[in-house]
Every structure is written in C-alpha cells, then in structure tokens.
C-alpha cells in the first residue's frame, strides 16, 4: 500500500470525466489539452504525480462523490503544451469537500477500502471467471473472430471484480455502482449477475445462429 493511504484525509487535485470509472490496479491513458488540466498535470508531476478521477454525471450535472485515485506512470510532451500521460488506478476515496474549483477542482478526500471478507471468496471468484470465460468464448463463436482473455488476468477476488467491473463497457453508472461498494461479495455477485445474464443472451444468439446456417 502506497505511504500516502496511512494519511486517512487529504487534499487531491480531482479530474471529473464523462462516462469514465477508474478502478484500482487499471490502466487508464488521458491526452490532456485544456488548459486547466495542463496546469494541473504540470503541477502534479512536480508533486506525486496523484490526482483523482471522478465519473461526471451527466443526469445530476455534476460528479460522483465516489472515485480511483490515479498515478502518473508514464507521460509525453506534445506540440502546444498537450501532454499524452498513462495512469495507474489506486486507491478509491470519498470527496468530503470541495477545497477550490479554479483553475481547477480541488477536494478533501478521505480512502475506502472493501470490508474484510467473512469468508473465502475464492469459489465465487472461480464462477465469475468461468463466466467471464463462457462470454468471451460465445462472443468469439458469434463475431467469428478470435477473442481471448489475457493471462494475466487476476487471481485474487478483490482484484478480479475490479477487472471486471472495468472491462464492462457502455455501462458507467453501474461501474460507478460497482466502484462505490465496499463489500467484495456483493461487487462479484453483481459481476456474476451481469455475465450470467450476457452469456445467456449470447448463447440464445449463437444458438439462433447455428439453426440459421
């Protein structure tokens, strides 16, 4: 765990996105070319390189108090002072307050974490894997094209429904729902929900079109 998590409250520069949820342990590249954000990013590369990123809600026009911490892993200088920056997920925070807004937000923060588990989780972390593979193997035999998970894909059950709840796509209100719980059984019985919900949808399809042939 990072040195700053110890620190249960702090100020962190807070970058709001539309339809994007950042999860701990992911990947997340930005090109920044507004203006405030320049100046955040210069300013955070002279610091820690952390900085928060807030899913923007577009229905209550403004962002969720709930997001991932991201770091700076690696960035490029571009023509006219744009930046190309790759970040890595952290951890997730509460916004408490907004500190300032200009140039740009600032907000006291305070770390979440997930409760302790009361028991092994790593049964259910096996069925949401076998899940996801069942939809990425009717997802292939649908599209005709070669689909494959990575292999590194994650062993812990923490880190597996953070993986999965970031590779669910066009749906950024449940991710940020998934994001917000704080519970790791509850988060993989949602994930479980939603694959086992899409593999039937799939396999209806994939059946459809076999009678078709």
């Keep these: 765990m990072a040195s700053s998590s110890s620190i249960a409250v702090r100020e962190l520069p807070l970058f709001p996105l539309p339809e994007v949820v950042l999860f701990p342990g992911r990947p997340l590249p930005l090109h ?5 954000y320049r100046i955040m990013m210069n300013t955070i590369l002279d610091s820690d390189r952390r900085f928060g990123v807030l899913m923007w809600d577009p229905v209550q026009g403004q962002p969720a108090a709930v997001g991932c911490c991201a770091e700076i892993i690696h960035f490029q200088r571009l023509p006219d002072d744009r930046m190309k920056i ?3 997920g952290q951890q997730r925070f509460r916004v408490l307050e907004y500190v300032r807004e200009k140039p740009y937000r ?6 979440i974490e997930d409760q302790p588990p009361e028991k092994d989780l790593r049964i259910m ?9 069942d939809v990425v193997r009717l997802s292939s035999k649908l599209t005709d ?4 998970l990575p292999d ?7 880190e597996l429904s953070y993986w999965v709840a970031s590779n669910l796509y066009g749906v950024a209100s449940e991710q940020q729902a998934l ?12 994930e479980a929900e ?7 949808h799939l396999a209806a399809r994939t059946a459809l079109k076999d009678a078709l042939k």
């Design 32 to 36: 920044i070319f507004e203006f405030r």
């Design 86 to 88: 790759l970040t890595l």
């Design 106 to 111: 600032v907000g006291l923060v305070e770390w």
């Design 125 to 133: 972390a096996r069925d949401v894997e076998q899940l996801l593979r």
């Design 145 to 148: 094209q070669r689909i494959e």
């Design 152 to 158: 590194d894909l994650p062993d812990l059950p923490r």
């Design 179 to 190: 994001l917000e719980m704080q519970d790791t059984v509850k988060r993989l019985e949602r």
């Design 194 to 200: 939603i694959l086992t919900s899409t593999r039937n």
